[in-house]
C-alpha cells in the first residue's frame, strides 16, 4: 500500500502564499504522476495541479500563473506552492499519487486524508 501524508495547510488572508507538501511512502515500483486537488462542500473533487514522469505539468486554468507544482523524486514528494491567495482557492486540498504499489507496472490511484486552505480576511 501507498500511504500520503500532507501538511502545509491553513488559515491565510487574500493575497497571501502557502505551501503544500504531500510525500508517500511505501513499496513503490513506479510513481506515474503526484498531483493535488481541492474539494468544497457540495461539489466534485477538481484537479488543482498534477506533474508526471518527464515533468509534465498541467494546471486549471483557475490558479494557473499563481500556483507552482514541483516534486522531489528521490523523496516521493510534491509541492504545491500557493501565491495570490483567492477567497475562491478556499477548499480541503488532496494529494494524489499515481503508483504501481500492488502490481509493478499498472497503477493506481493513492489519496491522502486532505488539509484545509482557508482565504479569509
Known amino acids: 500500500q501507498v500511504q500520503l501524508v500532507e501538511s502545509g495547510g491553513g488559515l491565510v488572508q487574500p493575497g497571501g502564499s502557502l505551501r503544500l507538501s504531500c510525500t508517500a511512502s511505501g513499496t513503490i515500483f513506479i510513481m506515474y504522476a503526484m498531483g493535488w486537488y481541492r474539494q468544497t462542500p457540495g461539489k466534485q473533487r477538481e484537479l488543482v495541479a498534477i506533474i508526471s514522469n518527464g515533468d509534465n505539468i498541467n494546471y486549471a486554468d483557475s490558479v494557473k500563473g499563481r500556483f507552482t507544482i514541483s516534486r522531489d523524486n528521490a523523496k516521493n514528494t510534491v509541492y504545491l506552492q500557493m501565491n495570490s491567495l483567492k477567497a475562491d482557492d478556499t477548499a480541503v486540498y488532496y494529494c494524489?499519487?499515481?503508483?504501481?504499489?500492488?502490481?509493478?507496472?499498472?497503477?493506481?490511484?493513492?489519496w491522502g486524508q486532505g488539509t484545509q486552505v482557508t482565504v479569509s480576511s
Open positions: 494524489n499519487a499515481k503508483a504501481a504499489a500492488r502490481h509493478p507496472i499498472r497503477p493506481d490511484d493513492y
